[in-house]
């Protein structure tokens, strides 16, 4: 079992007044800087508001193919609704991954540069279950929130400038997402995962759990280990953009699902910047044009 997993709780991390504050800084920079992933406690979600987002998804994918369908993001250009098993290949090594999604971005009422975008583009919704839009887009705010407290804490840690990340994300491209694992079969190969080894493309990552294990990281010795947390704890990891973005200061870490006798759901939030933020002066490097790439070569249905 992996247990050095640093582990930082959330209310003492957004008091710089707190005793404690700087024992929990200095637990951040070591996630960050050495192992790419941290789990938080004692953040400001209500566990009530994380088990009901959970049961609005159970009951999306609890549905016929032919529901589901409706909101097929294989008929859209972008990554808005549903996805069915092999929608998605985050690694082409291995085979299209064993899993279903459900995506959903941003809400932007305003008339802005990039709303032409694929990435940009208006959410699909099902509309046969109450409150589906409503609770899902709170849950995201809640997200949006603590991604940018985390990103400040960060830049502290890091003796970055103030809002050297956090200002980037007027008009972010962050997506929400529910992962659905089916139970894996006997049948699959050693090329077939829930979801193969990878990285995370954006920014930061979080990710709740319904407390079914699955998710493996590669440790530094390139060992494969489980991460265990509880239901109440959320894991952050960090993705390819912010290492870029940080001059490799920060860790992006591999890491995979395999899939097991139980199936399993998990939500992962991807909060990445706006589409003009220049993640990398020395080789001008935009965050959209980076993110479409990867996104373009992972969809199934984006592949040409």
């Not at 540069?113 to 887009?137: A, D, G, T, V």
């Not at 894996?184 to 995962?193: A, G, N, P, Q």
């Not at 080894?197 to 990710?207: A, I, M, N, Q, V």
């Amino acid at each position: 079992m992996l247990n050095q997993i640093p582990k930082i709780n959330f209310k003492l991390l957004s008091n710089e007044n707190h005793i404690d504050y700087q024992r929990e800084i200095d637990t951040l920079k070591k996630a960050v800087t050495d192992y790419g992933f941290l789990i938080i406690k004692n953040y400001p979600i209500d566990f009530k508001e994380i088990n009901n987002v959970f049961d609005l998804y159970r009951n999306f994918f609890n549905q016929s193919l032919d529901e589901k369908d409706t909101v097929n993001m294989s008929k859209t250009s972008s990554n808005r609704g549903w996805g069915g098993i092999k929608a998605e290949r985050v690694n082409t090594d291995f085979n299209p991954d064993n899993k279903e999604i459900f995506d959903c971005g941003p809400d932007i009422r305003v008339n802005h540069e990039f709303q032409e975008l694929p990435y940009y583009s208006k959410n699909i919704w099902p509309e046969n279950i109450p409150m589906f839009e409503n609770k899902i887009m709170e849950f995201y705010k809640s997200c949006s929130q603590i991604s940018i407290s985390i990103l400040k804490q960060i830049e502290i840690s890091l003796n970055y400038s103030s809002n050297y990340f956090a200002d980037k994300f007027e008009l972010p491209m962050a997506l929400l997402r529910c992962n659905y694992y089916p139970k894996r079969s006997k049948d699959m190969s050693k090329k077939d995962f829930g979801i193969a080894p990878h990285t995370d493309y954006g920014c930061l990552t979080l990710l709740f759990t319904d407390g079914t294990p699955g998710l493996e990281v590669e440790l530094p010795n390139k060992k494969w280990e489980k991460v265990i947390a509880n239901k109440d704890e959320i894991i952050v990891n960090f993705g390819d953009m912010l290492e870029i973005w940080s001059k490799k200061q920060i860790k992006a870490t591999p890491h995979r699902v395999i899939g097991g006798n139980k199936e399993r759901f998990s939500i992962p939030f991807f909060f990445n910047p706006q589409y003009d933020t220049v993640i990398s002066e020395d080789e001008n490097i935009l965050a959209g044009e980076y993110l479409s790439q990867r996104y373009d070569s992972t969809y199934v249905h984006k592949i040409i």
